[in-house]
């Protein structure tokens, strides 16, 4: 699954973001009203600059006292930003959040442009999509191989049945069969083995 993927399944679709210069007091009562924990703040061009979270405005506003009406953005952000990529891969960030210890993940393109934020909130949801789609798929192989495996026995005792009365053509029919039925089941349980969750992302479009 890559990043991209993540929009559909973001919790709340639209992306808050504001400029350098908001005071802080707004930030803080959007982050209040919409239950989110952090937003980007970009230039006039959409470019990210940082973020402002909670922490921020806990550690660098209410700590040091300053006025939330005449302190802006930019007097408190996190400039030092680690951004995404739309086709980054959903583990591979997941995993920089957990060593990093962060819990908001802002994505850009090539010209630095944001194009989305999202939360850890959303990389779990993601994770427990991806879990479902596995087990899921695992459980049909089961079904499969069951399938295959009474198929088999059902063919082994006609084939057994039709040599007794001397039909040796059909016993190198079902013979055939059971080879291909074999065959089959190898290939499939190989392909599964190798089972790639990014290869599902699309049923999540």
Known sequence: M??????????????????SSTPVSEIATALKDNGIGAVPIVDAANKLMGIVSERDIVTKLVVEAKDADLTTANEIMTSEVIAAK????????????????????PVINDE???????????????EIEINTD???????????????????????????????????????????????????TVMTIRSNKSFDPENHSSKLK
Request: aromatic content about 10%; glycine content about 2%.
């Open 86 to 105: 739309l086709n980054d891969n959903v583990d591979s960030i997941i995993a920089i959040m957990k060593n990093k210890n962060i819990r908001h993940m």
């Open 2 to 19: 890559h990043i991209s993927d993540l929009r559909n399944l973001k919790e709340k679709r639209e992306n808050l973001c504001f400029q």
């Open 112 to 126: 630095n442009v944001l194009t989305d934020f999202f939360s850890i909130r959303d990389f779990l949801r993601a």
């Open 134 to 184: 596995i087990k899921q798929k695992h459980k049909n192989v089961v079904r499969y191989q069951i399938t295959v495996s009474i198929l088999l026995i059902t063919l082994t005792i006609l084939g057994v049945f039709f040599d007794f009365f001397d039909k040796k053509n059909l016993v190198m029919i079902f013979s055939s069969l059971f080879l291909i039925i074999g065959i089959a």
